[in-house]
């Protein structure tokens, strides 16, 4: 660029489309005016930094208008108070007893407000709350109701109900009632014919320490595990976050502040654009124990003796099966071994084999053999690209954290820029990270296609070969690039040129995945099935569609240029349809995304 501001005016251009991303993948009409969604990618972020609020609106998808929040224990706690005060205050009862009551109607205050005024009677026997208490009886010794012994008044407790139980039965019952688990919270009197509700408050007098916490813990998770429709613990191993979900948004994507993203709906990872039911196949797919016998039917044969499964890599057809069987056949027709010599075929051949082969006798075994083999090779294909992006996306996640804590730095003091001007470095491993998620996804998306239908199949591996060359393209600049400036031993006269470059890059990459998003979660559903769609329009109406001011789509797979001539700034610079690049004048080819002028 001659000069910041001609890259602020392509900044400026390129930066409408941070508006829409996972939103209507658009037809060419103008939408300037539409609510889209604000980039949130999962990157490493402190939530306790004086950045994380800046940072964590950058880290995954979500809607600007959030449908989730994120809690902390602390926020947990509160809302947990808040919901005990309202039906304590309401409903003029102890704030243990509103505790008990929202406990057994998961939590929900309108619930509890519905069935107490309903039929409070049948509601205070579910859960054990007596209207009327009994004391202990006033007199000097009691026996206790457990263990039969005789002891003096102070030794003594009873629940609501008045039944007398010394104290060491009562540490006794409430500690092995807790390291059952969170069934504690429903205790009820020891005497098995009395309801009566054990409360917090006597746990709280009579338990050990170690008890009380473990009490305390179950009754604040029971806030979030009791009430799974709108609330979820974050599913990361060691995360102590839970998310407030607000239904009805048909949005399932959720970023924790501990950096994981996941699905509310099955609490699997993230997995736009493949949906939960395909998720769910896929993982059983890649555990079950079926490609282990497919594998088995396609590369062994039974030994026809013992029938224990043999594999031949190698050698000639004489195999001899392992002890205690020994038995020696032949490979491809089966038979013993005696039966075989020069006039079969010898070691490397067999007439026996050839001759009832074309009498169709193995025909069957061949043809199961044969569709494991095909089944195999298809399932490692999408499996083997799977499972690359996804230790590329985890490569990704471990740079883009080295870059936030190093890289920037040490950028920022090489080119003398400071760090608030670099974040477009971040924002590009944060796109890359997102994208490996996305693309890993679509290879399950592939594995699930109907194969009926040649039209939508030929489309998508198109585009999904488009989504990783951007991609690459993308990472080669971030990555490679980079390095160049991080290691110069001073500032670089066209750093300019590579932030525009790589901000230009990452835009065009980010509209061209959240089209294709679009695209695969509505099924292709703009491929002609009778015939062969033109893929490279489909390709740049796309990479183009939801950018304001471009032209309008003529048709499906088509995309205008008439005005790549109009497209000339007072530079001289021509801006590129698809991606707004602004591009010197003689060139014919877009730089950032190859397309012609």
Known sequence: MDSDDEMAAVMIEDSDDYEDFYDDAGDGEDDSDTDGVVIDYDGFVDPDSDDSDDL????????RSQNYTILNEDDIRQCQEDSITQISTVLSISRVAAGMLLHQYNWSVSKVNDEWFA??????????????????????????????????????????????????????????????????????????SCGAAVGHDMVNKLASNDDKEKYNRYFLRSFVEDNRKTKKWCPAPGCEYAVDYVAGSGIFDVSCRCSYSFCWNCVEEAHRPVDCGTVSKWIMKNSAESENMNWILANSKPCPKCKRPIEKNQG??????????????????????????????GFYACNRYEAAKQDGVYDEAEKRREMAKNSIERYMHYYERW????????????????????HLEKLSDTQCQPESQLKFIIEAWQQIVECRRVLKWTYAYGYYLDEQEQAKKQFFEYLQGEAESGLERLHQCAEKEFQGYLNSEGPSKDFNDFRTKLAGLTS??????????Q????????????????????????????????????????????????NIDDSGRWSCEFCTYANIRASTVCEMCQQHR
């Open 508 to 517: 065009v990459t980010k509209n061209y995945f959240e089209n294709l998003v």
């Open 387 to 406: 499972a690359t992006n996804q230790s590329s996306r985890q490569r990704a996640v471990d740079n883009l954290h080295q870059m936030q804590t190093v």
């Open 56 to 63: 964590s609106s950058s880290h995954h998808y979500h809607h």
């Open 316 to 345: 000639c057809m004489h195999i001899t099966c392992t002890p205690p069987c020994k038995f020696e056949f032949c490979w491809l027709c089966l038979g013993a071994w005696s039966e075989h010599g020069e006039r079969t075929g």
């Open 119 to 192: 039929d409070e009677e049948n509601v205070r026997k579910t859960v054990g709350l007596l209207e009327n208490g009994t004391p202990l009886p006033d007199v000097e010794e009691l026996p206790c109701g457990i263990c039969f012994e005789n002891y003096h008044h102070d030794r003594m407790r009873a629940a609501a109900c008045g039944h007398p139980f010394c104290v060491t039965c009562w540490q006794g019952y409430i500690g092995t009632a807790i390291h059952d688990g969170p069934g504690c919270l429903m205790l009820r009197c020891p005497d098995p």
């Open 519 to 566: 695209a695969l979660e509505k099924g292709l559903s703009d491929v002609d099935t009778g015939a062969a769609c033109g893929q490279a329009g489909g390709s740049q109406n796309l990479g183009g569609s939801s950018s304001k001011g471009r032209g309008s789509s003529k048709g499906k797979g088509t995309t205008s240029r008439s005005s790549s001539s109009r």
